[in-house]
């Protein structure tokens, strides 16, 4: 029986579509509410307002880094996790996930106690402690928080691959590098790829980490997240809205990407 039959003869079924309803107003009408704001002034003013592009190229330049970053450290982690059985696997896994369900603020504030002067880190190598405060701080902060979502995403890839292909390219010879490089990832390029832009599309958008390790300076260390805060905080409404259509501009590039990307898997 089609469901379209028993959603016309069911009351209760009618009556979840409320809070889907709900939902989708909230959603579009949020949406709506920063297109609207859209006219010649506001288009003028994404395109040409030196804070608004500096912004758009730090967010884009340092993601990027961010992301490379991201990548060479969860792929390796993320393809040896799916073939061992590690010692104390479950508080590793744990320990792993952690950054992405802490409080962003929390992330940013751990991350300036292990990295300042008196941390740990900066203990072992002074240097780092400058890094803290600048578009460095921005990298690792950003690093962080797509690391954890690439290596989540990319190990259930590597698990989800028939253990058999990497069984016989060992018998033929071929080392775990090299069937890591010319049969898994080939393989499996697709969902990397759909978790790399979800891991760079957090990066973009990540404030709290980036406000305590980097700070908020303008023509600095100012992101567009970071635009949206100093200008709502200093009463510049209309270049905080700039910075927001931009994040929403990308957002539904990365959102279209993805989708065209899952629909070719």
């Known amino acids: 029986m089609k469901a379209s039959y028993l959603l016309s003869k069911s009351t209760s079924l009618k009556l979840d579509l409320v809070p889907l309803t709900l939902l989708l107003f909230i959603v579009a009408g949020t949406i709506a509410s920063l297109i609207g704001q859209l006219d010649t002034h506001f288009f003028g003013i994404i395109l040409t307002n030196p804070e608004l592009y500096f912004a758009l190229m730090m967010s884009l ?14 792929i390796p982690s993320a393809w040896i996790m799916s073939q061992i059985q590690l010692p104390f ?3 590793i896994d744990t320990i ?20 300042n002067s008196q941390g740990i880190v900066s ?27 690439m290596l989540r995403h990319a190990r259930g890839t590597f698990s989800a ?3 058999g292909y990497r069984l016989a390219a060992y018998n033929l010879g071929l080392s775990p590098l090299r069937t890591l490089i010319n049969i ?5 390029w697709r969902p990397i790829l759909c978790g790399a832009i979800l891991a760079w599309s957090r990066a973009i958008g990540e404030f709290g980490a980036t406000l305590m390790l980097a700070g908020a300076t303008r023509f600095k260390t100012e992101t567009l997240p970071m635009a949206v805060y100093l200008n709502i905080a200093s009463g510049a409404f209309e270049i905080a809205v700039g910075a927001s259509l931009w994040l929403l501009f990308i957002s539904a590039c990365l959102l279209f990407l993805l989708r065209t990307i899952n629909r070719n898997i």
């Open 61 to 74: 330049g340092t993601s990027l880094i961010s992301l490379i970053f991201a990548l060479m450290i969860a």
């Open 89 to 91: 696997q479950k508080f």
């Open 96 to 115: 792993l996930d952690l950054p992405m369900v802490l409080p962003p603020l929390v992330t940013g504030l751990s991350l300036l106690l292990l990295f």
């Open 123 to 149: 203990q072992l190598i002074p240097i780092i402690s400058q890094w803290i405060f600048s578009p460095i701080g921005i990298v690792i902060a950003q690093t962080y928080i797509a690391s954890s979502i």
């Open 161 to 163: 691959l028939d253990s």
């Open 184 to 188: 898994e990832l080939p393989m499996c």
